[in-house]
């Protein structure tokens, strides 16, 4: 079940990357579950990630690795998240990395190679399938594998995410593709479950560090489909350099414009993951304007978008207004003037100044809220700042999927 999620056009491959996928039954034996993408000499890796305080083995060793040096393997698998494994999860974990670097060589060491896990918490990995796995991924490299890696990192998503874009940097063509995935267990503190782009620009680690927080910010911190934040978001950016342009370096018109790319492949991937938002039947828009800062803005969407009774009442097609009027109020917006508040949903006016407007006609709202996709429209009427989350409706297949996610 999802809400217009469109199939994967062509996508590019992006010079400087080869991926790989192979089947190491972690979960399932009907389909790929490992995914590698190897990156040439000289590429740039950044990466945000999860803020949980019960962070994944993989996270923490792909973080302080990311930090510290020059990445060119990352290492994906799907079934098994790797957390609440401890320090056995993280050795595995960093046992793993070594494998592949000695199984791709090419002069790669171990802490060249970044892990990253999803699925079920609180069991290890299954090391040996996961080696066989990548004896067998590493020798079917290929620029054209970002379709198949999309599907072997899915969980319980419904199918696969990747969108690609060219953009110009100065005279030259730049190739951006990028996957995610996710469903459930989601509401990015960072970026979300796991999240890959790689570009061909050329682009210095300082500046690529500074673009990565900035997408990942107007992205995938933009989505939630039910609250909970994973054990192992990570968003990362690679940007091999191949391009024929000047390295990036700062703040600047080809700074802007390898942004501008970054964001809409991102944006679209993270709307992607909401139209898939586990048992999900609607696609909403949360847009809240007229705030004193972005971040009441932010506070108001995302309590509207979480809150059960408003879910509940967008999978009922229920345009029950006061339950919208009850999550702007405990956003935590201590001098907020009701009095001043508007809501609408697309474009039928439902209150204005804090009151059902005079206009109002229930059966238009209802119309609208048996839409497939729409927007919730708030006005604090306290200011200029405004935000937007993307967001599902709460269904019984929600219930089901998770109520057997380990069965």
């Not at 962070?55 to 690795?65: I, N």
């Not at 990570?234 to 700074?255: K, L, M, N, P, W």
Request: glycine share 10%; net charge negative.
């Amino acid at each position: 079940m999802a809400v217009n999620l469109p199939g994967l056009d062509r996508l590019l491959p992006v010079p400087g990357v080869r991926l790989g996928t192979a089947c190491a039954g972690i979960k399932h034996l009907d389909r790929d579950d490992l995914a590698l993408l190897v990156l040439d000499p000289g590429t740039t890796v950044s990466a945000v990630f999860t803020q949980s305080g019960f962070r994944a083995a993989p996270v923490e060793v792909a973080e302080s690795r990311i930090r510290e040096g020059q990445p060119r393997v990352l290492l994906i698998n799907s079934g098994n998240a790797n957390a609440a494994t401890g320090e056995p999860g993280v050795a595995d974990a960093r046992e793993l990395c070594d494998h592949a670097a000695r199984r791709l060589g090419d002069g790669l060491g171990g802490e060249q190679v970044l892990p990253f896990s999803t699925g079920v918490i609180g069991e290890r990995l299954p090391v040996d399938a996961i080696r066989r796995g990548i004896d067998s991924t590493a020798t079917a490299l290929s620029g054209d594998g970002w379709a198949a890696a999309a599907t072997a990192i899915m969980t319980t998503d419904t199918g696969p995410k990747a969108v690609s874009k060219r953009i110009r940097i100065e005279d030259a063509e730049v190739c951006i593709t990028g996957m995610a995935k996710g469903s459930g267990m989601l509401k990015p503190d960072m970026a979300t479950l796991l999240a890959f782009i790689c570009c061909d620009a050329g682009i210095c680690k300082v500046a690529l560090d500074k673009l990565t927080r900035e997408v990942a910010s107007n992205s995938f911190n933009r989505v939630t489909i039910d609250g909970d934040t994973s054990t192992n978001d990570a968003f990362v950016i690679a940007a091999t350099g191949v391009a024929d342009h000047r390295v990036i370096e700062q703040a600047g018109e080809s700074y802007d414009a390898l942004r501008s790319g970054l964001e809409t492949v991102a944006c679209e991937l993270a709307q992607r993951i909401v139209r898939d938002g586990e048992g999900a039947t609607k696609f909403v828009t949360v847009r809240v304007t007229g705030g004193s800062t972005e971040t009441e803005c932010l506070a108001v969407a995302y309590t509207i978008a979480e809150s059960p009774l408003v879910k509940t009442a967008i999978f009922a097609g229920d345009p029950n207004w006061g339950r919208f009027c009850m999550a702007i109020g405990r956003a935590g917006i201590a001098d907020l003037d009701s009095g001043k508040v508007s809501l609408s949903l697309d474009d039928v006016v439902v209150a204005r100044g804090g009151l059902v407007a005079e206009d109002y006609v229930e059966a238009a709202a209802a119309e609208v809220m048996a839409r497939d996709e729409y927007a919730v429209n708030v006005d604090l009427g306290r200011g200029d700042s405004k935000a937007v989350v993307w967001t599902s409706d709460l269904s019984y297949e929600y219930v089901r999927i998770n109520a057997e996610y380990r069965t």
